[in-house]
């Protein structure tokens, strides 16, 4: 396992804590050069104390375009980062600021970087240090960032109003942790389009900021009942499943979206209107249009 070390309590601690678990843990070390000598400092130190390999890599200003900098290294490894629940605070209360989100640090990123101190406050860090006597650097940058803004002066006036200000943030993640992983990513991210399974023949599907459930595709190999339609076909191969975004039918340019709005299908029905599918070409949509080779009969009766 590869450590990214900055010197600070939090990494060191990680790197520590994991060889003393009997872990094989290698570090790295990314200098950015963003303060002179003192930044040259902190790539010796982990050099000395870790073993560290320094990668020197400038450019990047803000903490985005720093951070995607060094988790642009070792990516043929499994690696690990100091964040605690001090780091998940600070990114919660950001994240609700900015945009509204009580979305926090992942665990594990979706590129495999894991997160093993999420569990532990960053004063538990800097004990542990102290305890085994491990020398650690400080990053005097820290205070001129958005993250220092909020962990040196917004969480200490949060605090005088309730003195468990940091762990009652914590709680806007209990509601997602008791959904499905998948679907409390889906509720999240409010930026993007995305269909999670949700089992038992059932979809959650969000974009942007629509969100709705639909139903599997389910094959149509014997009479499929959607709704208020009853669909039967000769041909093999074929599913009903619902419409998404970019369906075209098939053999012709024009846009199944485009063919509701012809249709002066209402909104709210068309994302249950059942289709009838080929892989990813669309063969029919019932009671509206079929395309070639469809063979497909569909009556709707209401019941």
């Not at 605690?84 to 594990?108: F, H, M, W």
């Not at 942007?208 to 459930?213: E, K, S, T």
């Not at 975004?245 to 199944?256: F, N």
């Not at 009969?297 to 019941?303: D, G, L, V």
Request: glycine share 8%; charged share 30%.
């Amino acid at each position: 396992m590869t450590v990214l070390v900055s010197g600070g309590p939090d990494s060191t601690c990680l790197w520590h804590v994991l060889r003393e678990l009997g872990y094989r843990v290698a570090a790295l070390h990314v200098n950015h050069h963003l303060r002179g000598s003192e930044s040259d400092a902190d790539a010796r130190f982990c050099q000395d104390e870790f073993d560290a390999e320094v990668v020197d890599r400038r450019g990047g200003t803000t903490e985005d375009e720093l951070r995607r900098i060094r988790y642009a290294f070792a990516t043929d490894r499994l690696r690990a980062t100091g964040h605690t629940l001090s780091d998940q605070v600070e990114t919660i209360l950001y994240r609700l600021v900015t945009s509204g989100s009580a979305k926090g640090i992942k665990a594990k990123r979706d590129d495999g970087v894991v997160r093993p101190l999420l569990c532990i406050w960053r004063g538990d860090t800097r004990s542990y240090c102290e305890e085994h006597g491990l020398p650690f650097r400080e990053d005097s940058s820290n205070r001129d960032t958005v993250r220092g803004l909020i962990r040196d002066e917004i969480l200490p006036l949060l605090r005088r109003i309730h003195p468990a200000a940091d762990e009652n943030l914590l709680r806007a993640l209990d509601r997602r942790e008791t959904l499905p992983p998948a679907l409390a990513e889906l509720l999240a991210d409010p930026a993007a389009s995305k269909r999670v399974d949700l089992g038992g023949g059932v979809q959650a599907v969000r974009e942007y900021d629509r969100l709705w459930l639909e139903r599997s595709p389910v094959a149509l190999d014997r009479e499929v009942r959607w709704g208020p339609w009853r669909i039967t076909t000769s041909l093999p191969g074929l599913k009903v499943r619902t419409w998404r975004p970019g369906d075209r039918l098939a053999g012709r340019s024009k846009k199944i979206q485009d063919v509701f709005v012809d249709a002066k299908i209402p909104r709210t029905e068309r994302e249950q209107w059942p289709l009838v599918v080929r892989g990813d070409e669309i063969v029919a949509v019932p009671g509206i249009l079929d395309a070639r080779g469809g063979d497909a009969r569909m009556t709707k009766r209401w019941t």
